[in-house]
């Protein structure tokens, strides 16, 4: 079984590095959980709090609603995700090569963490707006940040691009929908995959691979 980044997002409070009560952290795991398999909608506080082994009414100690867990969930997800892109795009070596590691990692991430990112990508619509609001400036910084690599590997003439917003949209796009297809029985492992995919968007950028 691949290894999921729930943890990387929330560390458990018995490793010293998550102030958060340890009730709450298992109520965010529960949440990515029951939100992954059933959706948003379809998911109950109740559905929520027996996955956490606690009564419905616990769970309002810590979150007022189950749409404050979907906040929360959304916001750190694409928050690691946009730092992940930042890491990679500003990374050594000529652009092409940050590129496809941008995109190896990108890939493989959402392979590992399959259940957050069909949360933090298909779930949107269920945000509140304030909650919304901050979720799309952090995606719209990714994309920044995508396209910004883009234009310098344009420049030094690395990449044949004729529309850099587009083409940073399907790289992201490639990635992302890894969570919604990627099971333990898919037979390439996430870093496999990462490479696969690193190689094809280089070749749809036009570099020569």
Do not use: C
Request: glycine share 8%.
């Amino acid at each position: 079984m691949t290894s999921t980044p729930i943890a990387d997002l929330w560390p458990a409070p018995t490793g010293g590095t998550d102030s958060r009560p340890e009730a709450a952290y298992r109520l965010l795991q529960a949440a990515v959980e029951s939100f992954a398999e059933r959706g948003f909608h379809a998911t109950t506080t109740r559905d929520i709090a027996t996955a956490a082994g606690m009564s419905p009414a616990a769970l309002y100690i810590h979150y007022p609603s189950k749409a404050a867990l979907l906040a929360e969930i959304s916001q750190a997800g694409h928050a690691a995700t946009l730092a992940l892109v930042r890491r990679t795009a500003a990374g050594e070596g000529e652009p092409a090569e940050r590129m496809r590691r941008l995109v190896e990692e990108f890939s493989a991430w959402h392979a590992r963490g399959r259940m957050v990112g069909r949360v933090v990508n298909y779930e949107l619509h269920a945000l509140p707006e304030d909650a919304y609001a901050v979720v799309a400036a952090l995606r719209l910084d990714i994309e920044r940040e995508v396209s910004a690599l883009i234009e310098e590997g344009v420049a030094a003439g690395a990449f044949t691009v004729s529309e850099v917003r587009t083409a940073a949209r399907a790289v992201t796009s490639l990635g992302i929908d890894v969570s919604r297809w990627y099971t333990d029985r898919s037979t390439e492992t996430p870093e496999e995959l990462g490479r696969r995919y690193g190689e094809l968007v280089l070749r749809m950028l036009g570099a020569q691979v």
